[in-house]
Nanobody, 125 residues
Framework: QVQLVESGGGLVQVGGSLRLSCAAS????????MGWFRQAPGKEREFVAA????????HYADSVKGRFTISRDNAENTAYLQMNSLNSEDTAVYYC??????????????????WGQGTQVTVSS
């Protein structure tokens, strides 16, 4: 069992930056693939970014490519999402997720085994 806790959300102006953190419990974090998803009001939860167990492979949604960076620190059991050049369309609740099959990156939410509670990101103009 893995428990995930997101932090770092908040209110930021258009063009600003935030870094989200996802702290994981347990000793198997380094074997999991990690993903970030987001859900805006009235919309389905969508894929944002993912990273494999080693951090050697990453993948991004087209809407965030070049602006967001996913990373992980296996020694600290933490995954990160650095978000730059934020715009109003990035406003959403952001969730981190863990997948036991850690070597392969997937983008479908059904493929992830554990989820955090989410953290709100609001981008204001």
């Amino acid at each position: 069992q893995v428990q995930l806790v997101e932090s770092g959300g908040g209110l930021v102006q258009v063009g600003g930056s935030l870094r989200l953190s996802c702290a994981a419990s347990g000793r198997t974090f380094s074997t999991y693939a990690m993903g970030w998803f987001r859900q805006a009001p009235g919309k389905e939860r969508e894929f944002v970014a993912a990273i494999n167990w080693s951090g050697g492979t990453t993948h991004y949604a087209d809407s965030v490519k070049g602006r967001f960076t996913i990373s992980r620190d296996n020694a600290e059991n933490t995954a990160y999402l650095q978000m730059n050049s934020l715009n109003s369309e990035d406003t959403a609740v952001y969730y981190c997720a863990a997948r036991q099959i850690g070597w392969r990156i997937v983008t479908t939410r059904e493929s992830y085994d554990y989820w955090g509670q989410g953290t709100q990101v609001t981008v204001s103009s």
